[in-house]
């Protein structure tokens, strides 16, 4: 496929491949889809560009603020110290977007030179542009740096700090809906007036025994209408973590937007330019979530001995850590920026805005204290 005036289009051209994979395959499930339209090589949203800030397709919390990324680095400084402060840990960030938060953190840890002399820095990034944006970044880092495109390639056998912020919403979900039949699941396959355009369907058989052990238990018994999504990747990235956290110390942090509990509902989303788009229309041009089911996190969590701190929401979560302090101090430096940095608390904490929606939740090997932070959540 081309553009009107002739120059090819990679992101036309990956809904035609996918509409023809379709036409002769039959329907793919969401998560194949979200996964192609993410991740295609060619022509997938993040494989091929860098969507986050201000100009861009949406702006996460470290982009919002410094304070994100500064509070969580003291936070990190905590969990090092009560690991016993190893001379040697993996600090590693999965899905670091354009490594903000990142350079926050390390700024804000250089309070503990113990801590940056001991720590080995992974940024777990799949995709090659946003692996640049970050070496750009965090160019001026205090210490070296890697890269790996997944957690498992990242060498075991030391203590680990693990962050995650707007990870998980961006791994690829399942749905399955439930019929009077019992649960099917949702696929997407073509339109019947256009072969041309990508529509959700359904699969032709009834969903099997252990598709529908897949679903939060909660839900099994959600009544005819409901959908109810699952995450593949989820589980194997727990398996991944209990490897770790039950044979070294170490803690995992996931900051992410989703429910604290377990909840029905079509909750797939693409955003472009600030703006809520058809999540099948355009593949690779639009950012595709869906939110996060933390109850189901820290139940999978659990089941693999780990200890699970939250999931708590954002706002009393940063003001446990001390947000309230961090933005006056900032104020102190810089007075003539005092409304902007009142904005930007209110934005990553209030009610209204990030504080409420979304939570952060701590996995951590089952010897280590409670998390700070999380006492009261
Ligand atoms: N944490 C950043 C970016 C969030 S966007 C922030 O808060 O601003 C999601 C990030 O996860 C992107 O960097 C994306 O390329 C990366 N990502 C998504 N799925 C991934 C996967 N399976 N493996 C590695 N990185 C992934």
């Known amino acids: 496929m081309s553009d009107a005036d002739g120059a090819p289009s990679p992101a036309r051209d990956l809904g035609a491949r996918l509409a023809e994979r379709i036409a002769a395959e039959g329907p793919i499930s969401l998560a194949a889809f979200m996964s192609e339209a993410l991740f295609d090589p ?40 009560e690991m016993g402060e190893p001379d040697a840990f993996d600090l590693v960030e999965l899905g670091p977007g354009r490594g903000v938060m ?39 880092a205090p210490i070296g740096l890697r890269w790996s495109v997944r957690l498992e390639t990242v060498a075991r056998g030391r203590p680990l700090i693990l962050i995650a912020n707007e990870f998980l919403d961006c791994l690829p979900v399942r749905q399955f809906v439930r019929l009077a039949d019992g649960w099917r699941e949702r696929l997407v396959g073509l339109a019947p007036e256009d072969a041309g355009r990508l529509a959700f369907t359904f699969a032709a058989a009834p969903a099997s025994s252990p598709e529908i052990a897949l679903l939060p238990e909660t839900l099994r018994e959600a009544p005819e209408g409901a959908i109810v999504e699952t995450r593949p990747g989820v589980g194997p990235l727990l398996d991944e973590l209990g490897r770790r956290l039950n044979a070294q110390p170490g803690r995992a942090l996931f900051v992410d937007y989703g429910p604290a509990e377990s909840e029905p509902g079509d909750t797939f989303q693409a955003i472009r330019a600030h703006a809520s788009k058809d999540p099948l229309g355009a593949p690779g041009e639009r950012d595709l979530t869906a939110r996060v089911d933390f109850a189901e996190l820290a139940r999978e969590a659990r089941s693999r001995g780990l200890a699970v701190a939250g999931p708590m929401a954002q706002g009393r979560w940063l003001a446990a850590l001390g947000l309230e302090a961090r933005a006056e101090a900032l104020i102190r430096a810089r007075p003539r920026s005092r409304s902007a940095i009142v904005a930007q608390a209110r934005r990553i904490a209030g009610p209204q805005t990030m504080g409420e929606l979304f939570k952060a939740l701590c996995v951590s090997s089952p010897s280590l204290p409670p998390p700070v932070g999380f006492a009261h959540g």
């Open 42 to 81: 060619r022509a997938g949203y993040y494989a091929t560009r860098d969507p986050i800030g201000a100009g861009a397709d949406y702006v996460t919390a470290p982009e919002v603020s410094q304070m994100f990324g500064e509070l969580i680095g003291v936070w990190a400084v905590h969990c090092w110290r």
């Open 102 to 140: 990142m350079a926050d953190l390390l700024r804000a840890a250089r309070i503990r030179p113990g801590f940056l002399a001991a720590a080995q820095v992974t940024l777990v990034e799949a995709s090659p542009a946003l692996q640049a944006v970050q070496a750009g970044v965090l160019a001026s």
